[in-house]
Antibody, heavy 120, light 109 residues
């Protein structure tokens, strides 16, 4: 059974960097079948896919156009986890952030969610 | 990379059936058989209820079914129950992207 455990601060100041980590148990971040995604949810936008990383003999990264200039997703093979960094945040980035395991766009395993508020 | 189009809300009485549509383009829904649907209740993580257009994960009741015609996918919930009241989101692979619909609020009357 796959479990995803998120960690990171719930409050970030405007213009600073949002950083979250998703620790994986029951699978490997280097799996050749899975992709590892970040999604956020807000009342105004609903669910919004932010990006993913996956390993197919080398690492690949896909990012949503809306955040492409500000986002980095990094795998950490030594800790079997992956992270999200979102730079230059504004109050519009306030949302519940989720990590998820993606098997051909079937995201059956999700982290518990982290409410991140962008405020001074 | 535009969001897929869903109705903002649908409603039905217990025992009835409802269908939620999800309209995209040939670059996403119409181009791949990688459409999934998620049930989202407040305070909980989204739950996968349909993947691969019409496949149900184990544990999901067969009251939930999915289909696709051209660039429009559909989720049908038959035999509505009070516990089905939630937000529902469609999702599609789109090449180097994944795109969600705007979400549909299902109210069980």
């Amino acid at each position: 059974q796959v479990q995803l455990q998120q960690s990171g601060p719930g409050l970030v100041k405007p213009s600073q960097t949002l950083s979250l980590t998703c620790a994986i148990s029951g699978d490997s971040v280097t799996s050749n079948l899975a992709a590892w995604s970040w999604i956020r949810q807000s009342p105004s936008r609903g669910l919004e896919w932010l990006g993913r990383t996956y390993y197919r003999s080398k690492w690949y990264y896909d990012y949503a156009i809306s955040v492409k200039s500000r986002i980095t997703i990094n795998p950490d093979t030594s800790k079997n986890q992956f992270s999200l960094q979102l730079n230059s945040v504004t109050p519009e980035d306030t949302a519940v952030y989720y990590c998820a395991r993606d098997l051909s766009t079937a995201m059956g395993d999700w982290g518990q969610g982290t409410l991140v508020t962008v405020s001074s | 990379q535009s969001a897929l189009t869903q109705p903002r809300s649908v409603s039905g009485s217990p025992g009835q059936s409802v269908t939620i549509s999800c309209t995209g383009t040939s670059s996403d829904v119409g181009g791949y058989n990688y459409v999934s649907w998620y049930q989202h209740r407040p305070g909980k993580a989204p739950k996968l209820i349909i993947y691969g257009v019409s496949q149900r994960p184990s544990g999901v009741p067969d009251r939930f079914s999915g289909s696709k015609s051209g660039s429009t996918a559909s989720l049908t919930i038959s035999g509505l129950q009070a516990e089905d009241e939630a937000d529902y989101y469609c999702c599609s692979y789109a090449g180097s992207f994944v795109v969600f619909g705007g979400g549909t609020k299902l109210t069980v009357l």
